[in-house]
């Protein structure tokens, strides 16, 4: 009997957990095949000038996308400059500084900030923030990149916080003995010694924080006035912009199916997809050098 | 010992298993119940799936609740997202009823027609589109051409039209919108089909109405227009005149129905088809004074003459 349900659970179970793994490929492979066929159209149906023009449109044919490209890149930058300080000082001070008992206060309150809805946060940004923003900085409006920047820096440090401090606590602790041991200070032994060792933990948490950031879709579309005006400049922080996340969420529900919008809409899609798999890509080469490396110092 | 220790497992992937029949028939469960219901239970309960225009959504909930009330046997949901989303949604056969606050586009029409949908038109209210500004902006008057300089970003700053040397935050609704559409149609292109004017590249389009009276309440730089039916007493409506020199006019019933207040429009409502059954019995209820009298309470224009 008992030789039997073993026999059934071997045969069964590792086949399931097998399933499960392949199954993310699977979908990754699927949602892309999806994108490319319901984007690619839009290549043809819109000419290659137009479509990286400088005027979003949509309802008169103007099918520029740079703008919006342009947008979402500047307020993951700015949301960037904010979160990855922050998120890193907060991760080093919970594993390095901060008294046990305090971790252990920290540590859940910060992944409960994780699990805020960002819609809420997007609230808090349209009645506080942004006519905060007006006033202090004389603007025009407070409806900003700078509005969203900050709000997705807000969203985006928790999840870099958690994962960095899983990263640092990581690292053994007689790295940390045996730096002290040579005399180094404590600002010497965490800049030198335990983030360098714990440094592709902490770019992961970087690239999942970017990530969040740049797939963040209420909160940017409630603060960042949704503007189509190209941002290159470092003055756009303090200007509306639009992003390619707010777009979609935007005019998806409104075009009919198959039209040259919908098709440019999955193509905008497929643009995010393509950045956020090259950052994927640049942070998984980057965490396996380093992990060479560190496998070469130790031997 | 090993034994136990394997059976263990087993019986999580038990309580898995179990929890996945749970979830899939919960999910089941609503799914077919929408159409199983109408044909278990016939005629005692008839559904209309009624969505669209943002600028309707408050309108046609209080239509149906009234409905309702009188009418125990028909359940009405009523849901917004704008004029565009309506009509998709109804060209793709997912609602009864869609809300417009614009006419139907040619290529909507012919998308419908491919789908083997023909659209019928009703129109059910009128609305006025108030332009307003935060109530310490001095001005208080605009005439539609220097509403279409300001919105296509001609006039950058208050001082152009005689206010405070501020400059002009340009709010809009999306795209989507049917608002944004008839404001961009007759406001900034003046009514004139061969102007291709657009809104100047830095308007903000705002995802609701909520959002545009929010920025309006705070900014003093900005402007921005609205159903009247949804405009807040604190804030400042501008009064507007055709042409130069003509008579500034305020939006209310009585100038929207003697058309003296220039930005008004119809408000429709579009069926798949001739309606049939309980939507036609709704759709007559709605062209009645009862439910126009409901138009006028929520700041819209009924389109009855001697409804009050």
């Avoid at chain 1, 449109?57 to 979160?83: C, D, K, N, Q, R």
């Amino acid at each position: 009997m008992a030789q039997k349900k073993l026999n059934w659970q071997e045969f069964f179970i590792p086949r399931l957990i097998k399933a499960s793994g392949y199954s993310a490929i699977l979908f990754v492979a699927l949602i892309f095949f999806f994108l490319l066929r319901e984007g690619l159209p839009a290549l043809t149906e819109v000419k290659l000038g137009d479509l990286f023009a400088v005027r979003w449109y949509p309802i008169e044919s103007h099918f520029g996308i740079l703008p919006l490209i342009t947008g979402s890149l500047i307020v993951t930058l700015g949301a960037m400059l904010i979160a990855i300080p922050f998120g890193i000082g907060t991760a080093v001070f919970m594993s390095e500084i901060a008294p046990r008992w305090l971790r252990e206060i920290l540590k859940p309150l910060v992944e409960l900030l994780g699990g805020l809805p960002s819609v809420v946060l997007g609230f808090l940004g349209i009645l506080v923030l942004s006519p905060y923003l007006r006033v202090f900085l004389d603007l025009p409006t407070g409806l900003t990149a700078l509005a969203g920047a900050l709000l997705l820096g807000g969203i985006a440090v928790p999840t870099i916080v958690s994962i960095a401090e899983d990263a640092l606590d990581a690292v053994p602790y007689s790295y940390r003995e045996g730096a002290w041991a040579m005399g180094a200070t404590r600002w010497q032994t965490i800049w030198r010694v335990t983030l360098p060792a714990a440094r592709s933990g902490v770019l992961t948490a970087i690239m999942l924080g970017v990530g969040r950031t740049i797939g963040e879709t209420m909160a940017v579309m409630m603060v960042t006035g949704n503007a189509p005006v190209l941002a290159i400049a470092l003055t756009s922080l303090f200007h509306p912009v639009r992003t390619m996340t707010a777009t979609i969420a935007a005019e998806m529900g409104e075009v009919a199916n198959g039209s040259v919008h919908y098709h440019v809409l999955f193509f905008i899609g497929l643009v995010l997809f393509l950045i956020s798999l090259v950052v994927n890509v640049t942070a998984s080469s980057v965490v396996f050098k380093s992990k060479k490396r560190a496998e070469r110092v130790l031997s | 010992m090993t034994l136990s220790a394997i059976i263990h497992p087993m019986r999580y992937a038990r309580i898995i298993i179990s929890l996945l029949v749970i979830l899939l028939t919960a999910c089941a469960v609503p799914a077919g119940g929408g159409s199983g219901q109408s044909s278990s239970q016939p005629q005692t309960t008839a559904y209309i799936e009624n969505k669209g225009s943002d600028t309707i959504v408050n309108l046609a909930l209080a239509w149906a609740e009234t409905y309702q009330g009188a009418r125990p046997d028909v359940r009405i949901s009523v849901t917004g997202g704008g004029s565009g989303t309506g009509l998709a949604a109804l060209i793709n056969g997912t609602v009864d009823i869609a809300n417009a606050s614009r006419q139907i586009k040619q290529e909507e029409l012919d998308q419908a027609r491919a789908n083997g949908v023909e659209p019928v038109e009703f129109i059910v209210a009128r609305d006025a589109i108030a332009v307003i500004v935060h109530p310490d902006n001095p001005v208080s008057r605009l005439t539609l051409r220097q509403l279409s300089d300001i919105y296509s970003g001609k006039i950058n700053n208050w001082t152009e039209v005689g206010g405070e040397d501020r400059p002009i935050v340009r709010l809009s609704r999306e795209t989507n919108s049917g608002t944004h559409v008839y404001f961009l149609e007759t406001v900034i292109r003046l009514g004139d089909k061969t102007n291709t004017t657009l809104f100047s590249m830095d308007t903000l389009l705002l995802p609701s109405s909520e959002g545009i009276i929010n920025e309006v309440r705070q900014n003093p730089n900005a402007i921005g227009y609205d159903g009247l039916g949804y405009v807040p007493d604190d804030l400042k409506i501008i009064a507007v005149a055709e042409a130069e020199g003509g008579p500034y006019v305020l939006p209310g019933i009585s100038t929207v129905n003697d058309k003296s207040y220039p930005v008004a429009r119809d408000l429709y409502m579009y069926t798949a088809g001739q309606p049939a059954g309980a939507v036609k019995d709704y759709l007559d209820w709605i062209l009645s004074s009862e439910a126009q009298a409901i138009v006028a309470e929520l700041g819209f224009v009924p389109i009855l003459a001697d409804a009050p």
